[in-house]
């Protein structure tokens, strides 16, 4: 059974920075590419970013360039995303996810980050 469990969200103050991890079971965690996704209150599921297998290749969404970073330790079998310099609109909820990520099989329950003053 393919499990992904989501951590590190919580209230940051506009500016701040959280560190998102992801640990995840039931399939082989280095043979696949990675990704965040996240949906933030009344919208759809945004892509944020992935990585590959292997971690040799990142993309980010153009809203987070530059101030978020992707990263996995395939021993640990665990995905990274570190978020700096926060806005009220990363308010959302966070999912770590295998691809593809659009199946809701593939992403876990989620973890709620919010950016408020």
């Known amino acids: 059974e393919v499990q992904l469990v989501e951590s590190g969200g919580g209230l940051v103050q506009p500016g701040g920075s959280l560190r998102l991890s992801c640990t995840v079971s039931?399939?082989?965690?280095?043979?696949?590419?990675m990704s965040w996704v996240r949906q933030a209150p009344g919208k759809g599921l945004e892509w944020v970013s992935s990585i590959s297998a292997g971690g040799g290749s990142t993309s980010y969404a153009d809203s987070v360039k530059g101030r978020f970073t992707i990263s996995r330790v395939d021993a640990k079998n665990t995905l990274y995303l570190q978020m700096n310099s926060l806005k009220p609109e990363d308010t959302a909820v966070y999912y770590c996810?295998?691809?593809?990520?659009?199946?809701?099989?593939?992403r876990g329950q989620g973890t709620q980050v919010t950016v408020s003053s």
């Open positions: 039931g399939f082989t965690f280095s043979s696949y590419a």
């Open positions: 996810a295998k691809s593809p990520w659009i199946r809701s099989e593939n």
